[in-house]
């Protein structure tokens, strides 16, 4: 796919990638950045009839297009807004949305080498957590509790967007609350710690679905 409209924004994304794979210990084997998509793409999938109208003006999708032949393309839409606000310097809520894009790309194309399917509610939970942990990891040197006060503002109030099916809505809720809860348990973690805190991370990255649920609900 074309890169969207600001290519500062595909080095934030190139960034956030290379600090979840090292997170993580694992490596995709594509350069993310490269299936990074703006508004204009969308915009041109929707007139052309391949995308519906639904999909204008979101923040962040990630995408499967019909590619050549008879495969599928993966696109990561990043709206101009976001990608403006990452090429500024990267407020949280740009920080959020594109480490939520990140996150989706990364267990995507994890799970299509392993030929392992994944349910939506997984991909939505595992982003709240790299949200918690990629700013938990950044904030760690810096005075007084501002991780803990990053959290509260990831985490303190949640705006879904208007003409969500209600399946998708309590999809989502359900994905913010376990990973409010679980991020929570990742803070105490770090104060033992960087190590103690990657280890966590690690292991749950590699639980399957239902594990990683049940490890966020027992958090």
Same mark, same amino acid.
Do not use: W
């Given at each position: %796919?074309?890169?969207?409209?600001?290519?500062?924004?595909?080095?934030?994304?190139?960034?956030?990638?290379?600090?979840?794979?090292?997170?993580?210990?694992?490596?995709?084997?594509?350069?993310?950045?490269? /299936?990074?998509?703006?508004?204009?793409?969308?915009?041109?999938?929707?007139?052309?009839?391949?995308?519906?109208? &639904?999909?204008?003006g979101a923040a962040e999708q990630v995408l499967l297009l019909p590619g050549d032949?008879?495969?599928?393309?993966?696109?990561?839409?990043?709206?101009?807004?976001?990608?403006?606000?990452?090429?500024?310097?990267?407020?949280?809520?740009?920080?959020?949305?594109?480490?939520?894009?990140?996150?989706?790309?990364? %267990?995507?194309?994890?799970?299509?080498?392993?030929?392992?399917?994944?349910?939506?509610?997984?991909?939505?939970?595992?982003?709240?957590?790299?949200?918690?942990?990629?700013?938990?990891?950044?904030?760690?040197?810096?005075? &007084?509790?501002? =991780?803990?006060?990053?959290?509260?503002?990831?985490?303190?109030?949640?705006?879904?967007?208007?003409?969500?099916?209600?399946?998708?809505?309590?999809?989502?809720?359900?994905?913010?609350?376990?990973?409010?809860?679980?991020?929570?348990?990742?803070?105490?973690?770090?104060?033992?710690?960087?190590?103690?805190?990657? =280890?966590?991370?690690?292991? /749950?990255?590699?639980?399957?679905?239902?594990?990683?649920?049940?490890?966020?609900?027992?958090?």
């Amino acid at each position: %796919m074309s890169k969207g409209p600001s290519s500062h924004a595909a080095s934030v994304i190139a960034g956030i990638q290379r600090h979840l794979e090292a997170i993580y210990a694992v490596e995709a084997g594509h350069e993310i950045e490269r /299936f990074l998509i703006g508004d204009a793409e969308v915009d041109a999938l929707v007139d052309g009839g391949v995308l519906s109208e &639904g999909h204008r003006g979101a923040a962040e999708q990630v995408l499967l297009l019909p590619g050549d032949g008879t495969g599928l393309e993966l696109a990561l839409h990043l709206g101009d807004t976001v990608q403006a606000g990452l090429a500024a310097g990267s407020s949280l809520q740009h920080h959020c949305h594109a480490t939520e894009g990140v996150s989706h790309v990364l %267990m995507i194309l994890l799970a299509a080498r392993r030929e392992r399917s994944i349910r939506l509610l997984d991909l939505e939970l595992q982003a709240e957590v790299d949200k918690a942990a990629t700013c938990l990891l950044l904030a760690r040197g810096a005075p &007084g509790n501002e =991780g803990r006060h990053i959290l509260r503002r990831l985490f303190g109030g949640v705006e879904l967007r208007r003409g969500l099916e209600p399946a998708e809505r309590a999809r989502y809720l359900e994905a913010h609350k376990l990973g409010a809860r679980y991020a929570g348990y990742l803070a105490e973690v770090l104060t033992e710690g960087v190590d103690r805190l990657l =280890g966590e991370l690690r292991r /749950f990255y590699r639980l399957p679905a239902e594990g990683k649920r049940e490890r966020a609900r027992a958090a």
